[in-house]
């Protein structure tokens, strides 16, 4: 059965840090790139930040370019995202999403943790 489960999301101050966790079961993990998407209430679902399979390369939303980090660890099957000086508008739900680097495309997504930026 195919599972990405985040987690890690939570209340945090503002210039406070959080690190995100998405661990995947059910697929092969290096076979994939990973990225993390937000949401808040009536917005559409943004990228955040993107990995590609091996981890060579990365790309972030301009948003957050120099505060948050993507990485993964394939012996692990999970993908972190390392947010720093987070900001009240960094408030959302976070979810991990896996697509398949070769055709047919694949995607999956997991269920989303929240974080809150908030004094």
């Known amino acids: 059965q195919v599972q990405l489960r985040e987690s890690g999301g939570g209340l945090v101050q503002p210039g406070g840090s959080l690190r995100l966790s998405c661990t995947a079961s059910?697929?092969?993990?290096?076979?994939?790139?990973m990225s993390w998407y937000r949401q808040t209430p009536g917005k559409e679902r943004e990228l955040v930040a993107a990995i590609t399979s091996a981890g060579g390369s990365t790309n972030y939303a301009d948003s957050v370019k120099g505060r948050f980090t993507i990485s993964r660890d394939n012996a692990k099957n999970t993908v972190y995202l390392q947010m720093n000086s987070l900001k009240p508008e960094d408030t959302a739900v976070y979810y991990c999403?896996?697509?398949?680097?070769?055709?047919?495309?694949?995607?999956?997504w997991g269920k989303g943790t929240l974080v809150t930026v908030s004094s």
């Open positions: 999403k896996s697509q398949r680097d070769y055709y047919p495309t694949v995607l999956y």
């Open positions: 059910g697929f092969t993990f290096s076979n994939y790139a």
